[in-house]
């Protein structure tokens, strides 16, 4: 017979007492204000996270899938990124969850619950992952600045570089600053796509059916290598340890209410915010399909092709340079939180610790040697290739992050009376299980 929970006030002290605070320098620095009948005071206090989180889900690694899913198959994966919203939806509220009730991020939950040799092969794997999504922003930031400045690509690639600094001021100014400056960023992108949108004039009734589901993604291979791509850029592995730590940056107090309350919010804050990534996804891939396949142009999957062809087919001036502002917005967002990550799995797998400025020093060269390697054999085409490419290399990656968060947060002897209700644990598996499937088969179509 499980032991009754414990009284809402009783404090619940977390099961992380012995490994340092993920992200120490800013955790537990945001204050939550107390008492009762403040929803809207701690809504403002919670959110944050999820905005961090979502840019992730909005980085120029999307672009290029969703650019090449539109243009190729004109609406019909509009079905693939609305099913990929709705299991990161699932997904991060099951990472913050798994933070505020053991004070552990996921890469901290691996190294308590796995042997030396599993952590060390799951650290390798989530390093990967974040070279493959570091390979992405820096080719589009390189593009974007090229479109715009006419810098070269292959200089444009090693200025990104530089950025470092950028991640060292915003350290500095504390993370509430950190925050609105991704969110200011966010507004930036979607006000962009909002104008691009109205330019493009989708046809609404073919948007509404390629919400539904076909066939025909999975037994089209060109289709699924792109839906897959989609998934990969769409549900991240590394913003499961990202949303796991910044949860913790809350000030809320550790009784049964509070975290029940913490989580509470939190999770709307992440669901909000996620629904701002699924806006900007499909408008991407409704832009392609209404710009491009709507006018016989299949074989766009290139961001060049997009910004040159946006302004000629729309017949509006300034169209392509929207379009090549929110892309550069949109890589500098995914800077931050990938040095954010970086740091977090490091720290958390190993304990092993560095200055935010070098980590991500160390992650950027190696996303900028491949990058400049390709871009100056192989020109612009062979960039978006390795773009696509990173795309699947990430939703390789998922299922190694996916199936530990989901079992860890059906461990009631971890979660306590917080662990995941029967229905919860079979839509997590479920969700886990299709992720495996289509990665299976993506692999099968590779042999």
Request: some cysteine; aromatic content about 8%; overall charge neutral.
């Amino acid at each position: 017979m499980s032991p009754p929970p414990p009284a809402a006030d009783a404090v619940i002290e977390p099961v992380a007492t012995a490994y340092q605070p993920s992200l120490p320098e800013a955790h537990r620095s945001v204050s939550v204000p107390g008492g009762v009948g403040q929803f809207w005071r701690k809504l403002g206090a919670f959110a944050g996270p999820g905005y961090l989180v979502a840019v992730g889900y909005m980085d120029p690694g999307n672009w290029a899938t969703d650019i090449a899913g539109g243009s190729s198959f004109g609406y019909t994966l509009l079905s693939v990124i609305l099913f990929s919203n709705l299991m990161a939806m699932l997904l991060q509220s099951l990472a913050a969850k798994l933070g505020i009730v053991t004070g552990l991020d996921l890469a901290q939950a691996c190294r308590q619950q796995y042997s030396r040799p599993v952590r060390i092969m799951l650290w390798l794997l989530c390093e990967i992952a974040i070279a493959a999504c570091d390979l992405a922003e820096v080719i589009g930031t390189a593009i974007a600045l090229q479109l715009l400045f006419g810098i070269p690509l292959v200089l444009g690639i090693c200025v990104t570089a530089a950025d470092v600094l950028l991640i060292l001021l915003l350290h500095q100014r504390g993370f509430r600053q950190l925050e609105a400056f991704v969110v200011a960023l966010l507004i930036v992108i979607t006000g962009c796509f909002a104008v691009e949108l109205l330019l493009s004039q989708p046809d609404m009734g073919a948007v509404a059916k390629g919400f539904i589901p076909t066939t025909q993604i999975a037994t089209n291979p060109a289709m699924l290598y792109i839906a897959i791509g989609i998934l990969g850029a769409t549900v991240m592995p590394h913003n499961l340890y990202l949303h796991s730590s910044l949860v913790q940056t809350r000030r809320f107090e550790r009784t049964r209410g509070g975290i029940m309350e913490a989580i509470k919010f939190a999770t709307i804050d992440s669901t909000v915010a996620l629904g701002f990534a699924f806006f900007i996804n499909a408008s991407i891939l409704i832009l392609a399909a209404s710009a491009f396949h709507a006018h016989g142009r299949t074989d766009v999957a290139d961001i060049h092709q997009a910004y040159d062809l946006l302004t000629p087919i729309l017949g509006a001036a300034g169209a392509s340079a929207l379009f090549a502002t929110a892309l550069l917005a949109s890589g500098q967002n995914s800077t931050v939180t990938a040095t954010l990550a970086g740091q977090i799995v490091m720290e958390g797998f190993v304990d092993f610790k560095i200055s935010p400025w070098l980590r991500r020093l160390a992650t950027r060269l190696m996303a900028i040697v491949p990058a400049v390697i390709v871009a100056t054999l192989y020109g612009p085409d062979g960039t978006m290739k390795l773009l696509i490419l990173s795309q699947v290399i990430l939703s390789l990656q998922l299922p190694f992050a996916v199936v530990p968060l989901v079992k860890f947060t059906s461990d009631r002897g971890l979660m306590g009376t917080f662990v995941n209700s029967t229905a919860l644990k079979i839509a997590a598996w479920s969700v886990s299980t299709i992720i495996i499937i289509l990665n299976l088969k993506l692999l099968f179509e590779f042999i």
